[in-house]
């Protein structure tokens, strides 16, 4: 019979570690919960040492200890559906991954799967299979497999985080798409702008220096910035500015200080900013609360929604809050000290604290910042169109009146002649 290594904490709270004989990990974890312990680790335990492997025994080893590709979140959130609908069915977990396999088209998620399924079968939990590849199953992800396993609802578990990445991925593509329309309109307008500035008001400049006469200021700064952009390589600069732009954030957010820096500048930008924050609280909250619902303890729990709040501010504060439970306090107090939140964020943990039921109150606070979230987006694209058509028309005009005022200035001179 197969031996398994375990870690686990007892009773009192205190690390403990053995082996255990069992046919499966499901066994084994069984065994240990028996034994009064909580397992947070089980592997199944190698062979010796010195025992050699067979060539293919070797490759297919060496093909699992790479890592796959990057997985959609829609494919993910799809596929823990699945998983999660073929368990509850009574299906065990490999028969599972065979049949979602096989549904898979060609791709990284089908090679996760594959892998995952090999490692299963060699005694591993699931996981523990999907930690190998963290580029497909993020740590949010394997924690809460991880707690299902653990508790014995990975049926349950496996619904809701499929309920909160498809939440969380309508969330994305709803800001995503508010940001089209203007990207769109702004790109073409300043495409169109350059092509006027460097074909079509250098030949007015030529028309004006026959004329001879003393032009206008509004008509001087015009030839300079077409001057600039046609011969000075102003359309480079242009054409360039929102690459570079692109690559200066993303070398920022190779650090701390400079995530930090880049975070704080996005929640500060108007209107933009807020629907920044609310979808950072709505994201932290989500996150908590499923990993709460799902029996992970609370500082394990901020510890990996730290990792995957995809912003840094929030980050910090988290890290804040994970500190002082840590060191006795509860909830509430260091997260209102840290700012980042609204008080009603604030007052609604509480609550959730008192009453015992904080991973219901934090699924609430994620659906009122949805439902918020979503209404300034609505706010925000309809905000958006008449401010750019302001824009441009200003813009039009601003060449239309400096192109046509040293005309309006000859026809004067002529008439008076």
């Not at 028969?95 to 990284?108: A, M």
């Not at 995957?308 to 997260?335: Q, Y």
């Amino acid at each position: 019979m197969p031996t398994f290594t375990y870690e686990a904490m007892n009773s009192v709270g205190q690390p403990v570690k053995g082996n255990v004989e069992a046919a499966s990990s499901d066994e084994a974890i069984a065994k240990v919960r028996a034994k009064g312990n909580f397992p947070t680790k089980i592997k199944k335990k190698v062979g010796r040492r010195g025992a050699k492997a067979t060539p293919e025994a070797a490759t297919q080893a060496g093909a699992r200890k790479r890592s796959v590709g990057r997985v959609s979140a829609k494919l993910l959130a799809q596929f823990t559906r699945q998983l999660s609908t073929l368990v509850n069915a009574g299906l065990p977990i490999v028969r599972s991954l065979e049949v979602l396999q096989d549904q898979q088209k060609p791709g990284p998620l089908r090679v996760a799967i594959r892998m995952v399924k090999e490692d299963v079968t060699d005694g591993s939990s699931l996981s523990d299979a999907m930690k190998r590849h963290p580029k497909a199953f993020d740590k949010l992800y394997t924690n809460m497999v991880r707690a299902g396993e653990l508790g014995g609802v990975l049926d349950v578990i496996l619904q809701r985080l499929s309920e909160f990445m498809e939440k969380a991925e309508s969330l994305k593509r709803k800001v995503k798409g508010a940001m089209v329309y203007p990207v769109a309109v702004i790109t073409f307008a300043i495409l169109i702008v350059t092509v006027l500035m460097i074909f079509v008001v250098p030949q007015f400049e030529k028309i004006f220096s026959d004329m001879g006469q003393n032009l206008p200021a509004i008509t001087r700064s015009l030839l300079n910035i077409s001057s600039w952009i046609s011969k000075d390589g102003g359309w480079a600069v242009i054409l360039g500015f929102p690459f570079g732009l692109f690559l200066l954030i993303k070398l920022l957010k190779q650090s701390s200080a400079g995530a930090m820096f880049v975070d704080r500048v996005n929640l500060n930008i108007p209107i933009m900013g807020k629907i920044i924050a609310k979808t950072a609280v709505a994201r932290f909250s989500r996150t908590l609360g499923t990993l709460l619902a799902a029996g992970v303890p609370i500082l394990e729990a901020l510890h990996i929604t730290r990792e995957t709040s995809g912003n840094e501010v929030f980050a910090r504060a988290i890290h804040k809050v994970h500190g002082a439970i840590r060191e006795g306090e509860n909830f509430a107090t260091p997260l209102r000290q840290t700012r980042v939140v609204d008080p009603m964020v604030v007052n609604m943990i509480d609550v959730g604290e008192e009453t015992g039921e904080l991973d219901k109150m934090l699924s609430k606070i994620a659906d009122i910042y949805d439902d918020e979230v979503d209404t300034m987006v609505a706010a925000m694209t309809s905000l958006m169109e008449p401010v750019l058509v302001v824009t441009l028309g200003c813009i039009v005009g601003y060449i239309v009146v400096a192109l046509f005022m040293p005309m309006v200035g000859m026809l004067d001179v002529m008439q008076g002649g």
